[in-house]
């Protein structure tokens, strides 16, 4: 039983970290770009209202690439998954050995 769990958490999390190194590559490349061009954007004069509007777009990008979670799970998820799956398995051990008259 020890060795499903584990071989199921070892293949669960392998392609994870594969998941999580990828997205954070990513994430670092986008935000790198958006700060060169918004670097650009600013140097320039800011005379018309569509270089505003091009400046507040890319921060706004920033923003919303910059809160991409950089997990493509959530812990709390992962915790009531385990949660859900371990009491039954408890509760079934437990009635196991109470039935076996070990206790």
Request: aromatic letters at 14%; one cysteine or more; hydrophobic letters at 50%.
């Amino acid at each position: 039983m020890v060795f499903v769990v584990a071989f199921g958490v070892i293949f669960f999390f392998i392609p994870q970290l594969f998941f999580h190194n990828s997205i954070t590559n990513s994430k670092e490349n986008l935000l790198g770009e958006l700060e060169k061009e918004f670097s650009t954007k600013t140097k320039l004069p800011l005379s018309s209202d569509s270089k505003i509007d091009q400046a507040l777009l890319i921060c706004t990008l920033f923003d919303k690439i910059e809160g991409i979670s950089e997990w493509t799970f959530e812990i709390n998820t992962l915790v009531k998954l385990f949660v859900s799956v371990i009491i039954p398995v408890a509760f079934a051990v437990f009635d196991l050995i109470m039935n076996m008259g070990y206790i």
